[in-house]
């Protein structure tokens, strides 16, 4: 099918003089109108390419629609062909009982009765027209992406391949270089490389801390669960090393909602662990539900993702920080154009930046995002109100340019006892017991990176706390969060390296010890070294950063009991 015959408008009118007229009247109009004189050619028309059809329901008085209920029902997904119809006043129940059939038949139909005025008929036709074009233009979409997918498969398969030959090469010179006696002609062939790549070499470096710690950590990991999220976690990197975007994959399935009946201030509450791992150090969570929150009916899985990415959402909209607050409230009796009956509204209200109108108007568009390219998928607040709606309820957005922005779900009221037990998303589970270490506040700006070390800081017995960046740590910091030990990465982007913010700790928190780690070390390692700051290189194993981050508490204590002693 061609462009120019996906937007004619087919014309079956044979009796009378309604074909001729009609289409004269749409071809003044600009359109391009074809008249069909049996039902058979209409139909052999259509599979040719059509944008509206234009019948008069006399033409198929005693006629053998079974073709054109055929080709109907046959249409692609993405298709749901326009048909005007053109009828007469008669009310005779005979005539009535067709009509109705031909009404199912057709489908997608809009009936208009005569006398109908010219402008009347052209208005009909050219908004099914506008119809037929978006539904052009998902089709287009849909082979966009089909096409996508299909590239994005073979090139993650083939830089997959390259980055294990490299990652393989790298370890084999690794090995070459401690058995070969290093020369000096070595020693300027490996400082002219390092001095060349040195910045690439942190990205790569990043890479590999991801893949080959990942490996390291997956002998160590039976939950099935923590087992995946590493998998995940390392195909993500590969991905990154050849520069492809993840977000088409992360809208290639769309889970079946399960509802039950759910406690949400149970539900919600026990989500502070994940929220606090999944947001700045600078942006707290509070949590406002009464103690008789009515249970709500959910998939209680799909109700902890819409909270994070509500919360992801509404830490962005706050780039200097601030509070996020989810609140929980019975309605009663409630009564409007969209819903009816007992909901509890659930609200995620922040202080952020705020949307003007016109960007409030198009939230739940698909696709439409106003965050940087490879930032957001503008999918997110359409899975939201989709999930409200598959739940039976709806989403509101109250929001005021500087004011931050009020996200309400209403869901409706369940009648029956939840579970005493709170359902776990997969990635929420419950780490295996170990011995608590303390508190560690990670300061990595790299998504991947951060994941994993906080798995590794996990499995060592330490509780995370994730800033991104140097100024959002020291935030971390003067809000007074209990600190133990800070693990934080040299190249950060912000304008304060991870040495600079070591020694602005020191000059604040004397009492907290820093490790540093970067892929690049050799950059920031004079400078590191005359502070007496230690730094751990990437990649590492995981007993390689449980005794770096000994070493550097370990030190701090030797440090702070020899100034006591000289202060005696």
């Known amino acids: 099918m061609s462009a120019d015959s996906d937007i004619r408008v087919l014309i079956f009118a044979p009796i009378g003089r309604d074909g001729l007229a009609s289409a004269e009247l749409f071809r003044s109009a600009g359109l391009n109108a074809i008249t069909c004189q049996s039902l058979p050619e ?12 234009f019948l008069a329901e006399e033409g198929l008085f005693g006629k053998d629609t079974a073709p054109l209920a055929q080709w109907i029902a046959s249409q692609p997904p993405w ?7 053109l009828t007469s006043h008669r009310e005779h129940p005979a005539v009535v009982a067709w009509r109705r059939n ?14 109908v005025q010219p402008i009347t ?24 992406r089909e096409q996508t997918a299909q590239q994005l498969e073979r090139l993650v398969v083939e830089r997959t391949r390259a980055l294990e030959e490299a990652n393989e090469q790298l370890r084999l010179e ?59 976690g390392m195909i993500q990197a590969a991905q990154r090393g050849a520069g492809l975007t993840r977000q088409l994959l992360a809208f290639s399935r769309r889970q079946t909602l399960r509802p039950e009946p759910v406690d949400v201030a149970m539900q919600i509450g026990g989500m502070r662990e994940l929220l606090d791992r999944s947001l700045r150090g600078d942006v707290h969570v509070e949590f406002d ?20 990415n509500l919360a992801v959402n509404a830490r962005d909209a706050m780039p200097n920080g601030g509070t996020i607050v989810v609140r929980g409230e019975n309605l009663p009796d409630l009564n409007d154009a969209e819903i009816a009956g007992d909901y509890v509204r659930l609200s995620v209200v922040d202080t952020g930046i705020g949307m003007s109108p016109e960007i409030l108007s198009r939230v739940f568009e ?11 998928s503008g999918l997110g607040l359409a899975q939201v109100h989709g999930f409200a709606t598959q739940s039976r309820g709806t989403v509101r957005i109250e929001s005021q340019v500087g004011q931050g922005t009020s996200i309400e779900l209403y869901l409706p009221r369940s009648l029956n006892l939840p579970s005493k037990h709170r359902h776990l998303i997969d990635f929420n589970r419950v780490r295996p017991k170990k011995v608590h270490q303390g508190r560690i506040l990670l300061v990595e700006d790299d998504d991947e990176v951060a994941a994993l070390v906080g798995e590794m800081l996990g499995q060592l017995g330490y509780e995370v706390t994730r800033a991104a960046s140097a100024a959002a740590a020291l935030g971390a910091l003067a809000d007074g969060r209990s600190v133990d030990l800070i693990f934080s990465d040299i190249m950060m982007p912000g304008g304060m390296n ?14 907290i010890p820093v490790l540093l780690t970067s892929g690049y070390a050799e950059a920031s390692a004079r400078e590191a070294q005359a502070a007496g700051i230690q730094i751990l290189a990437k990649p590492y194993h995981l007993e390689e950063l449980s005794a770096a981050l000994s070493a550097a508490r370990s030190s701090l204590r030797l440090d702070l009991e020899a100034r006591r002693s000289n202060t005696y």
């Open 121 to 144: 008929l052209t208005s009909a036709i050219q908004s099914a027209m506008r119809a037929r074009r978006r539904q052009y233009e998902i089709r287009a979409l849909l082979e966009a």
């Open 102 to 115: 031909i009404v199912a038949l057709l489908r997608n139909v809009s009936l208009l009765e005569r006398p």
């Open 79 to 85: 298709s749901d062909l326009p048909f005007i119809v």
């Open 174 to 232: 690794m090995a070459e270089r401690t058995r070969v006696e290093e020369t000096l002609r070595q020693a300027q062939k490996i400082e002219a490389i390092g001095q060349l790549t040195g910045g690439v070499a942190h990205d790569f470096n990043n890479l590999l801390m991801v893949i080959s710690g990942g490996l390291d950590m997956l002998d160590r990991q039976n939950d099935p669960n923590r087992r995946r999220r590493l998998m995940d």
């Open 42 to 53: 209409l139909v052999s028309e259509m599979t040719g390419g059509v944008g509206a059809v």
């Open 498 to 511: 991870g040495v600079e913010l070591a020694e602005e700790i020191r000059r604040r928190r004397s009492d």
């Open 366 to 376: 698909p696709f439409f995002t106003t965050k940087d390219v490879g930032k957001g």
């Open 289 to 308: 539900f009464p103690e008789q929150l009515w249970p709500v009916e959910v998939d209680p899985g799909e109700l902890e993702l819409v909270i994070l």
